[in-house]
């Protein structure tokens, strides 16, 4: 995750902005740059590596404006080199990102049309030369960057910089965090990705809502909307001591963390994507010959089995390998016998799961190869195999999982691409369309999560059924169990998930007008057939909650609750329809009164068996 800060201040900017990204250090990066504006006219220091190089860099050529912004980047287009460090710039404005653009190529296309130069292979640059170009049109920097961000598709957060504009810095945030604070000096003003970023200057905050942006100047900040009219954010008191653990502005981690996924699950696609090629790029070869491979053995507990599961089927659709995958505390204990040279996939937030562990070992003795899927680079999984895979959620605080569970998913679906590609399944072209296709992932969770307030709606209502049952088809079968487990270990209802096919033979039993029956369906190929179990259901008076694609058809003559997810490309759905199952669980636990942070009898790490 980039790191972004900016500061409108009345002495010479550089070294706060460099001491204000070294507290961002923590949420890794690889180059990293300075611009202040110097007596009006921008000026940028970058320097790829740690911040000591731009350090050095700004020793030998020093900055002393008193209006700036800086930025820590973790490559995703491009490699991470001075040219490719943040701020981007040219005559008019200079910006620092964070997230992804996902449609850069077309605008990069489009601006290029109208003569506009790039030096860069970043996906952040479009955005200069479109503020630009808005500009060269006779805007406003202030109207320019309105009529541009509406443009951009994908999760991010910015900061703008403008030439000539000693007291005006732009802030905008749309699926990646962005915080304003006001110093206690009246007049200084910052921007941060986070408080953390902030901490030495002020505690005194304002956040920013998805779709936001906001204008700085030493007067105060005017925060607009995403149809750009006025609005006000609370201003909230952070003590520094609570900022390592930060909540944010939100009333529980779980909360926080589910609102994250559009960053962390971007910050593990490029992670594992070459984002400007447009194909795989695992940071590790692969243990195994994956040609040769006959099967792939998965083992994992609760949330993280869940992603196994999802996992199984891009497998077996991308790569065409068979995977046979089972709950670690059962694998461990029926002693499968393995071949030697096979690989076995561990899955786990921890690293410390003992059950997970314990397969670990056991493949390991059986002479598997041994690939996990972690969250903790310094856990005992990590350590003992053979690759560790890191998902880059960061900490996960709330008890119950959400982000990593899907930067799990997005990390599995790179990996399945990777076989699928290696196995020779996939051409070159495939490989793209599937990458086009995840790229576009943060942005639609960032779309998913603004299906908030409706999902509130719902909780309450959901908050008085005694047992909830849960369908999907394909890759939202796992999910249909995801939410029943999400839903039951935080708001105590009973829950359970089902195979839709599943529901005549046995389930369907329990239909009546007090069963709340949620069905995951994106607008697939099955859908139809999901639509035909609705029916079942409706026809014996169940209370149907449908989450589907806003273009779904779903007129079946049954009464009916939707929730309406942005349309998408089916492949990789699971990952955008885990946000509304999470918040489903999420806000009916609130409702209720619960703790979602800390359900009762569960713990983080579970390294009993
Ligand atoms: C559910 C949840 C648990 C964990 C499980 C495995 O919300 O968090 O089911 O997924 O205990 O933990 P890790 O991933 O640390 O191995």
Excluded at 101 to 108: A, K, S, T
Excluded at 153 to 166: C, P, Q
Aim: charged share 25%; with cysteine.
């Amino acid at each position: 995750m980039c790191g972004i800060v900016g500061i409108l201040g009345h002495e010479p900017v550089a070294g706060a902005l460099v001491e204000a990204l070294r507290r961002l250090e923590y949420r890794g990066y690889d180059s990293a740059g300075v611009a202040t504006l110097e007596n009006g006219r921008l000026a940028r220091r970058r320097a790829p590596g740690k911040l000591k190089n731009l350090e050095a860099v700004l020793a030998a050529e020093p900055l002393h404006g008193t209006s700036g912004i800086g930025h820590t980047r973790w490559a995703t287009h491009g490699k991470p080199t001075e040219t490719n460090a943040h701020p981007h710039a040219n005559g008019r404005l200079a910006v620092v990102h964070n997230g992804i653009i996902e449609n850069f190529r077309e605008l990069r296309d489009e601006l290029r049309g109208k003569g506009h130069a790039f030096e860069s292979d970043t996906d952040t640059e479009v955005v200069a030369h479109l503020i630009a170009d808005a500009m060269g049109g006779g805007l406003s920097p202030v109207d320019a960057v309105a009529a541009s961000l509406p443009r951009l598709k994908g999760a991010f957060a910015l900061a703008i910089l403008f030439n000539g504009e000693e007291d005006l810095l732009i802030g905008a945030r749309d699926g990646a965090p962005l915080v304003v604070g006001f110093g206690e000096r009246n007049g200084d003003i910052y921007l941060g990705s986070d408080a953390l970023a902030l901490a030495p200057f002020t505690d005194e905050l304002a956040y920013l809502d998805d779709g936001d942006f906001v204008i700085l100047t030493r007067q105060g900040a005017e925060f607009r909307d995403a149809r750009n009219q006025p609005v006000e954010r609370r201003h909230v008191k952070t003590p520094t001591s609570v900022l390592l653990v930060d909540k944010g502005n939100y009333r529980h981690f779980m909360a926080k963390e589910i609102h994250e996924q559009p960053e962390v699950v971007a910050r593990t696609l490029a992670h594992y994507l070459d984002m400007s090629e447009g194909r795989v790029a695992l940071p590790f070869a692969l243990p195994v010959d994956a040609a040769q491979l006959p099967q792939l053995t998965i083992a994992a507990c609760g949330t993280a089995y869940i992603a196994g599961l999802v996992a199984r089927y891009w497998f077996e659709r991308f790569a065409r390998l068979p995977v046979e995958i089972e709950v670690a505390s059962e694998f461990r204990y029926r002693e499968p016998p393995m071949r030697r040279g096979g690989m076995t996939l561990l899955i786990s937030q921890s690293g410390e799961t003992a059950d997970t562990l314990a397969c670990l070992r056991y493949a390991k003795a059986q002479g598997q190869k041994i690939v996990s899927v972690v969250n903790v680079a310094t856990s005992t999984m990590a350590r003992e195999s053979d690759i560790a895979a890191l998902t880059l959620a960061g900490p996960e605080i709330g008890v119950a999982s959400t982000k990593a569970f899907t930067c799990q998913l997005a990390l599995l679906a790179c990996l399945a691409l990777a076989f699928g590609r290696a196995r020779g399944v996939l051409d070159k072209k495939q490989e793209a369309e599937l990458v086009t296709e995840l790229m576009a992932i943060p942005g639609l969770m960032a779309e998913a999560i603004r299906r908030e307030n409706r999902i509130e709606m719902l909780a309450g209502n959901l908050s008085r059924a005694r047992d909830v049952l849960y369908l999907g088809r394909g890759t939202s079968y796992p999910l249909a169990l995801e939410g029943a487990l999400k839903l039951k270990e935080i708001s105590y209802i009973h829950a359970e998930g089902y195979a839709a096919g599943e529901l005549k033979h046995g389930p369907i039993a329990l239909v009546d007008k007090d069963l709340p029956v949620i069905v995951i369906a994106p607008h697939d190929g099955v859908y139809d057939k999901t639509l035909s179990n609705m029916q079942e259901v409706a026809a014996r008076g169940g209370r149907l909650i449908l989450i589907t694609d806003a273009d779904a058809p779903h007129d079946f003559g049954g009464d009916i609750e939707t929730i309406a997810m942005p349309a998408m490309n089916v492949a990789f759905s699971a990952i955008v329809y885990a946000v509304p199952v999470q918040m489903i669980a999420y806000h009916t636990a609130v409702f209720m009164g619960k703790d979602a942070d800390q359900p009762r009898n569960l713990a983080k790490s579970v390294t009993v068996e």
